[in-house]
């Protein structure tokens, strides 16, 4: 089992959606244009670090996506396992693989990636799967925490009720250094977005559980990592 999976598999994000998950489409939304819902359904959109798929279920029955052009990608086979078993996403192209070395054959008009780049000390691999993924006119969402200083913040933590070992997840990437890799393939982040909770979260029991604060530069997002940090969206296209 992956050291996260705990969270995933506790939490019934089918039912209950992230709010997140409705702020990734209506950024989607505004990127494609004004071109009404319909028009999604014959896009073939990829969500890498899928987890169970909550937000490819999201996607399923908010804007009516069809499942055959739903990709999901997870490297925790125990995730993509219940994705598979869950009837809501029957249809659904599911795959265990990681997202620094994987091949599906095929390319995406919409790549959504949410959570995921800060696992990675080095986000070079990514970004060239996401390229070889990518159709011409086709956007991705990389979503996470970012830093705006061009300083590259590698970190591990071992959150000591839940597991035992030092693990990734928790990355800062710079996003000088994530668009100096964009532009060797031709890609650019053609907007920056911040993704805000609309209401007040608190600390939970699970100190990696993040919650927001105000600070005197606006809200933000802490946890018991110590992190104070914005979850930001990176459009991405090519340029
Ligand atoms: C913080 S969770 C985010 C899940 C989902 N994207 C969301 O926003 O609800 C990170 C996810 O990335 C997956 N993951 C971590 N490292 C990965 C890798 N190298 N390749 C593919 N998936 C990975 C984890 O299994 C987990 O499902």
Known sequence: MKHQDYIYLSEDYYNKPKQI????????????????????KSKKLLDIGCSRGEFLYFCKKSLKFDTNLLYGLDYSSNLID?????????????????????????????????????????????????????????????????????????????????????????????????????????LDIIDIKTFYLS????????????WNIQTENGVKFTNGMSLLYDIRSLIIKRV
Request: hydrophobic fraction near 35%.
């Open 21 to 40: 998950f409705s702020y990734l489409l209506d950024l989607l939304e505004q990127n494609l244009g004004s071109t009404p819902p319909p028009f999604f």
């Open 82 to 186: 219940e994705a598979i078993k869950f009837d809501g996403l029957k249809g659904v192209n599911f795959s265990v693989g990681s997202a620094e070395n994987f091949n599906l054959n095929t390319q995406f008009d919409i790549v959504f990636m949410t959570g995921v780049l800060s696992y990675f000390d080095d986000v070079s691999d990514t970004i060239k799967c996401i390229d070889s993924h990518l159709s011409p006119n086709g956007i991705a969402i990389i979503t996470g925490g970012f830093n705006d200083a061009d300083v590259d913040l590698i970190t591990r933590y071992r959150n000591n009720r839940y597991f035992n070992t030092f693990e990734p997840g928790w990355n800062m990437h710079s996003i000088h250094t994530i668009r100096k890799i964009l532009k060797t393939y031709k």
């Open 199 to 210: 209401f007040n979260s608190i600390p939970q029991e699970d100190p990696c559980r993040s």
